[in-house]
């Protein structure tokens, strides 16, 4: 970061699967999420902030990811 104090800063925009900015990712992420299940780019209901894996398709693979991630906290 380039100080000298041994210290390394950074930022990140969201902690994966904490939709809701709130450091842990819990049953409200996990309600968040399901509206957005079976979309995909170009489709109207399409949001990218809930394709895990960022390929374009918001389905099972990205539901397991987040699964896998309830209790999780930064």
């Not at 709130?22 to 996990?30: I, K, P, S």
């Not at 960022?54 to 987040?66: E, H, K, P, S």
Request: net charge negative; aromatic share 12%.
């Amino acid at each position: 970061d380039g100080t000298a104090d041994g210290v390394h800063r950074f930022g990140f925009h969201r902690f994966e699967g904490d939709f809701d900015g709130n450091g842990a990712v819990t049953q409200a992420d996990l309600t968040s999420f399901l509206p957005f299940h079976g979309t995909r780019v170009g489709h109207p209901g399409y949001n990218a902030a809930f394709d895990l894996d960022g390929n374009g398709v918001i389905n099972a693979t990205d539901y397991t990811r987040l699964r896998r991630r309830l209790g999780l906290t930064v």
